[in-house]
């Protein structure tokens, strides 16, 4: 029985992350294999203002701890 590469593995782990995490972009750098989530909302029609997060960790699941914390922050802000 074959393993999954490890680049197989690391897309099902973006690909996991873009599901729970929707409106998020998740990237996975090869050359030092950290995990980064960025997004920007548009905050006035005119482009002059716009608001981001950008997120980095050195694993998934690292990333996904972050992803929720950030959730749970924004929430409360509401």
């Known amino acids: 029985m074959g393993m999954a590469s490890p680049r197989a593995g690391a897309e099902a782990q973006k690909a996991a992350l873009r599901q729970e995490f929707g409106g998020w972009t998740i990237i996975c750098t090869s050359d030092t294999g950290r995990w980064w989530a960025t997004r920007a909302s548009l905050v006035s029609e005119d482009l002059s203002r716009v608001e981001g997060a950008t997120l ?23």
Not at 56 to 78: F, M, Q, V, W, Y
């Open 56 to 78: 980095d960790a050195d694993t998934a699941e690292g990333l996904r701890l972050k992803l929720r914390e950030h959730s749970r922050a924004e929430a409360a802000r509401r």
